[in-house]
């Protein structure tokens, strides 16, 4: 696993985290015995933090996943350079091998 993809695994982990603080803040301003117009002001502030919390959630979990759509072109990329790496290794072994034949074949006209 990458770092950019351990990355994205805790950014939808906090985003859980922030879900379940909100799930256990609206529960516990749900069973409240408190009862008043305070407390349905109270009980409304929660709902909409509930959903501001949603929101932040939602951005933790695109931020993953956008962070694992470029751990892929990441990985894609390493894979492309270790490939181009591959060939020009071969390109510089086998090119060597023919130039030592080569030399070898120009000594053995000159008779040296």
């Known amino acids: 696993m990458s770092d950019i993809e351990a990355l994205a695994g805790e950014l ?3 985003a859980r985290r922030i879900e379940l603080i909100g799930d256990h803040l609206a529960h516990a301003a749900a069973v409240a015995l408190w ?4 407390a349905d002001a ?24 956008t962070a694992r759509y470029f751990a892929r072109d990441v990985e894609a990329e390493k894979a492309r ?8 290794l071969h390109g510089i072994t086998h090119g060597a091998g023919a130039a030592v034949h080569g030399a070898e074949k120009v000594l053995s006209w000159t008779g040296l």
């Open 12 to 14: 939808n982990a906090r």
């Open 35 to 38: 009862t008043s117009v305070a």
């Open 42 to 65: 109270f009980r409304s502030q929660v709902a909409r933090r509930r959903h501001d919390i949603a929101g932040v959630a939602a951005r933790l979990r695109s931020a993953a996943a």
């Open 81 to 88: 350079l270790r490939k181009l790496e591959e060939a020009a």
